[in-house]
């Protein structure tokens, strides 16, 4: 430069590369001789300017005129630029530190994001839920409707219907042997009190009538045995009633919740039977053509649970007959050979046949006696 040559000594200040003073002994030198205090008003203020940040020269502390107060008092040790090097590690620090920053601030909003999702699928789901839910009732009421009215298609297994009608059947009919067989009990209840009670009386006669002493004990004794036999019988009979009431209400009346749900699955087998048909009928485009093949997934999923379903009643079904055999073939012995030696005043074998089903009767203290079941 042209001023080069006209510049103080004085105000020459050497720095490295890397920013920092020169600390050599004649730099170190001329930097002390320059006297401090108050700096005249023409001199000049220094700025620091550098040929080339990138190469190895030492940067020149400039002049120019000086603008600002006479009295403020000034450093001697002037800012100095920073080299290239420096300059690059600013900027490197710098981008990794609103890295950091920019990783801290996306981590709690990635956080909250999927936190909204967790909350929101469960609702998403019971929506769904409900959706099919309505899908499939209606159409299974739309299926039943056509059925009733002569307008629908059902599926129907000719053999298993049979058998289930007939155990419908059966259940009626046992529920009124039931029925019966409990009102014989009642009025056995009632005759055997009115026996006891006759007895008595006849006992008390014996005793205040010595004329007619022995009528009136042969009478008291047979109304007594009456009774006694009387108990023995009602025994029987509540055992036979609680036996076939347990057959009824819990054996076929679980077979038949099966069979309602099997029933329920032919509803719906048919239901999506039916609409696969009137999509088949329909014409075939871009439209028509998902909505088929949904349909047909579906078709499928239901024709499987209506033939497990009708296997598994006709499992139900057999283990129930051959139950239902077995329970009632004991029964009706009980029932028969009890009621026989009663009205053939056979009180040994009446005795017999409770010990063969092994019935035990209590006697309380009151005047209707009571029974206790197979233990």
Request: hydrophobic letters at 35%; a negative charge.
């Amino acid at each position: 430069m042209a001023e080069e040559p006209n510049r103080s000594s004085a105000a020459e200040i050497s720095v490295t590369t890397n920013g920092n003073l020169d600390q050599s002994p004649d730099t170190v030198f001329q930097r002390d001789s320059f006297p401090s205090g108050p700096v005249p008003q023409n001199l000049s203020e220094s700025s620091v300017t550098s040929s080339n940040f990138a190469s190895t020269t030492e940067g020149i502390i400039e002049s120019g005129p000086f603008t600002g107060s006479a009295s403020a008092p000034t450093s001697p040790v002037v800012p100095v630029a920073p080299s290239l090097a420096v300059a690059s590690r600013l900027a490197r620090s710098s981008s990794e530190s609103h890295a950091e920053q920019g990783t801290m601030k996306g981590q709690p909003n990635s956080g909250a994001v999927v936190l909204a999702d967790d909350l929101k699928s469960p609702a998403m789901e019971k929506l769904d839920l409900v959706r099919k839910w309505s899908i499939n009732t209606y159409k299974c009421t739309r299926q039943i409707l056509s059925e009733k009215l002569g307008r629908g298609s059902r599926t129907v297994d000719l053999e298993l219907e049979a058998q289930i009608e007939v155990l419908r059947d059966n259940k009626r009919k046992y529920q009124n042997v039931i029925k019966l067989a409990q009102t014989l009990a009642n009025q056995l209840s009632q005759i055997m009190l009115t026996q006891k009670q006759l007895g008595d009386a006849f006992a008390d006669l014996s005793l205040k009538s010595p004329e007619l002493h022995e009528e009136f004990g042969y009478n008291a004794d047979t109304q007594k045995l009456l009774s006694k036999n009387g108990e023995n019988l009602l025994g029987a009979i509540n055992f036979f009633i609680a036996s076939v009431n347990t057959l009824v209400d819990k054996t076929i009346e679980d077979t038949l919740i099966n069979i309602k749900q099997y029933e329920a699955a032919r509803v719906e087998y048919d239901a999506y039977r039916t609409d696969l048909e009137e999509l088949n009928l329909g014409p075939r485009d871009a439209t028509t053509l998902p909505k088929m093949e949904q349909s047909q997934q579906l078709f499928q999923v239901y024709r499987e649970k209506f033939e497990k379903m009708r296997n598994d009643v006709s499992v139900k079904l057999k283990f129930l007959e051959e139950n239902k055999v077995k329970v009632l073939h004991n029964q009706l012995i009980l029932f028969h050979n009890a009621i026989a030696a009663y009205y053939a005043g056979n009180q040994q074998q009446l005795e017999q046949t409770l010990k063969q089903f092994h019935i035990k009767l209590k006697m309380p203290g009151g005047d209707t006696p009571s029974w206790l079941e197979e233990h």
